[in-house]
């Protein structure tokens, strides 16, 4: 007990120096004395506090320390209170007998000397204290004991939290995981597109740059080619003209033939380069076919030899049709020529002049040559 919790100590006598005395005897001991002067105060004073020990006198006026005691002792939380009967007169067994068996711990027959009672009282108060600090540690242990159960529940609620907190942290960086993983696979698909696309496109360009060089080589070439090819037909021409018109031992056949030769060499490389022209962009427009095989009878006529009667027959309105004309003029050019080498009679070549062999050519249509026997 600290010096504020001092213990109660009830003095319960009908006579003022009879209480007056008590007082003086346990002031020594430092404790809260109170002062009742009827048995009905007493229970009421039982009632407000709690007592370390009950001082009280048998012999009283309305009720006496023995009903008194008995009705301290019905309430539940008086019951263990130590009571200590205090009497002048009647120290007879059956007095002492009776007050024990209302509930006291001793019987003090007056005078009593002060040093016993006070050695007594002080004995219970000594007891009171030691119960009431007991007490006041068992109702601190039960109070450690709560604040532990709700600090413990308090910490498995934390760590339940923290525990779903965890969990919950962990499904979003899986998920953010997840997420970041497929945005790079994304990323990467992208990448990888784009750079097909740029080799794509690099490819697309230098095949473009490539076209466009073989458009304009093929354009020169098939120009080149094609007023060429027009002045080789012409000297072949001549050239078997002229050797159907000389004998075998005429001493220029020889250099005329070399001609021959060198002109039909030089009309396979035009041909040649015609056809690498035709590989290239072309050019359609609207073109008018009998004007187009119209202008190219001079040149057949030269293509397929003197010696061939070339006869061109033309239905009236063949009308406008939009192709590539040096396409038109080769194709037409070529049947002839297949027409020529088709006949019976071979190549017409060098017949004597004498009596020339007299075939005939027939084109029909616009596109269409067709070479006879006569």
């Known amino acids: ?76 939380r008086s019951k263990h209170t130590p009571i200590v009967f205090l009497t002048a007169s009647d120290p007879s067994e059956l007095a002492v007998f009776r007050g024990y068996s209302v509930g006291a711990v001793d019987y003090l027959v007056k005078p009593f000397a002060p040093g016993i009672l006070k050695s007594k009282v002080a004995v219970f108060v ?42 919950e942290l962990e499904r979003r960086v899986q998920e953010r995981t997840a997420e970041l993983a497929k945005a790079n696979e994304a990323l990467q698909a992208e990448l990888a597109e784009r750079e097909r696309m740029e080799k794509e496109k690099t490819n ?68 040649q380069l015609l056809a690498f022209s035709r590989r290239q962009m072309l050019q359609p427009k609207v073109l008018d076919l009998n004007a187009v095989v119209t202008n190219l009878e001079p040149m057949l006529q030269r293509l397929i030899g003197e010696n061939i009667e070339l006869v061109i027959e033309l239905k009236p309105g063949l009308g406008q049709v939009k192709a590539d004309p040096g396409q038109i003029e ?24 004498s009596s020339p062999p007299k075939n005939r050519a027939r084109v029909r249509g616009w596109a269409s040559p067709r070479c006879t026997g006569s």
């Open 126 to 167: 000594d007891l009171f204290q030691m119960r009431e600090k007991a007490r006041q540690q068992t109702e601190q242990l039960a109070a450690i004991n709560q604040n532990l159960e709700r600090e413990n529940a308090e910490r498995k609620r934390a760590e339940e939290e923290l525990r779903r907190s965890h969990d």
């Open 1 to 76: 007990m600290t010096a504020e919790a001092k213990a109660n100590i009830l003095l319960v006598d009908d006579r003022p120096d009879s209480l007056l005395a008590l007082e003086a005897i346990l002031a020594e001991l430092g404790q809260n004395l109170v002062k009742a002067d009827s048995g009905r105060q007493a229970l009421r004073c039982v009632l407000e506090q709690d007592f370390a020990v009950i001082l009280l006198d048998v012999h009283m006026p309305g009720m006496n320390g023995f009903e008194t005691a008995s009705l301290i002792r019905e309430r539940e």
């Open 204 to 271: 697309i360009e230098q095949q473009l740059r490539q076209a466009h060089k073989m458009e304009a080589i093929g354009k020169l070439a098939g120009g080149v080619a094609h007023d060429f090819n027009n002045l080789v037909t012409i000297i072949t021409g001549y050239s078997d003209m002229l050797l159907s018109r000389i004998g075998p031992e005429n001493s220029t056949r020889r250099e005329l033939e070399q001609i021959k030769k060198a002109g039909d060499r030089a009309h396979s490389l035009t041909r």
């Open 330 to 353: 080769q194709v037409i050019m070529n049947l002839a020529i297949n027409a020529r080498d088709a006949m019976p009679q071979g190549d017409p070549g060098f017949s004597s002049p």
